[in-house]
């Protein structure tokens, strides 16, 4: 029986900042059953332009994007926000007329956020793993907003044996990160940030968890600012067992030890 031939679009924060996602992703879409390829010839979904109203460079970034994935059984993104856009947004920049409305509507009807597509499409109920910690979880706007993942990762990690996981209160509020919204209006981010730092560590967790790159960045910043030992990883790090990659915001790995009990 033929493999489930799936493509992963990277994101460019994946690329450029934090590869152990890529990997991660992988892993996981690899032991699911799934034959992966990455195409060397993806770059940005256009979401940066898209919000900034460049709609010609949006379109020519979303051409390259459809040509690309095209000919895989499903598209996965390491990211909410991505898939978001590769999902939602892509037919709304061609006129139904247009050969490429149809493209980009067969592509959105296959791009999926990696925890989703184990959980949703695959069946996935659980993952192998150990992890003696408390850990918190951020829901990002566009995975939950969009893409109605909530649920999805918190059943994964329910399965990961000695995790424990803690809710914070206003676990569905944004952290001001929201791409370019954090540079336009940097107090208002900063006060979103804040807020949800504290929220964090209210929780007594070891580990926060989130399903966005930008939102993770966003908020291990702010923590470390505040001089907190909460750390941060991507959730796929998590269920692929990856531990030997240091958190997000940490130079070294110093394991969970240190932490609260």
Same mark, same amino acid.
């Given at each position: 029986?033929? /493999? ?33 390829v ?89 993952v ?12 990002? !706007?566009?995975?939950? /907003? ?7 990762? /918190? ?8 995790? /424990? ?8 509020? !944004?952290?001001?990160?929201? @791409? ?16 949800k730092?504290?929220?964090i ?25 505040? @001089? ?26 110093? @394991?969970?030890?240190e932490?609260?009990?």
């Open positions: 029986m033929a /493999r489930t031939r799936v493509a992963l679009f990277v994101t460019c924060l994946v690329d450029l900042f934090r590869p152990s996602v890529g990997f991660a992703a992988v892993k996981l879409l690899e032991e699911a059953g799934c034959e992966v990455v195409p060397a010839a993806q770059t940005c979904c256009g979401q940066p332009a898209y919000n900034q109203g460049a709609r010609t460079e949006t379109l020519e970034l979303a051409r390259q994007t459809i040509e690309t994935f095209a000919g895989f059984d499903y598209v996965i993104v390491p990211s909410g926000s991505c898939a978001g856009m590769l999902r939602k947004h892509y037919t709304t920049l061609f006129s139904p007329d247009d050969p490429l409305f149809a493209e980009a509507d067969h592509l959105a009807s296959r791009i999926f956020e990696l925890v989703s597509f184990l959980t949703d499409i695959l069946g996935l109920t659980q192998e793993g150990q992890l003696q910690a408390k850990a918190t979880y951020h829901d990002s !706007c566009s995975g939950l /907003r969009e893409l109605d993942i909530k649920e999805q990762p /918190r059943k994964l990690l329910a399965g990961i044996e000695g995790l /424990r996981l803690i809710e914070m209160e206003d676990s569905e509020v !944004c952290c001001g990160f929201g @791409g370019t919204f954090c540079v336009k209006y940097p107090d208002i981010s900063t006060k979103m940030v804040s807020d730092a504290c929220h560590e209210d929780t007594g967790a070891d580990l926060l968890l989130a399903g966005d790159l930008g939102c993770l960045f966003n908020m291990a910043g702010r923590l470390k600012r505040q @001089g907190s030992k909460v750390m941060v990883r991507h959730v796929a790090e998590v269920l692929a067992g990856d531990l030997d990659t240091p958190p997000i915001g940490d130079a070294s790995l110093d @394991g969970y030890s932490h609260r009990d």
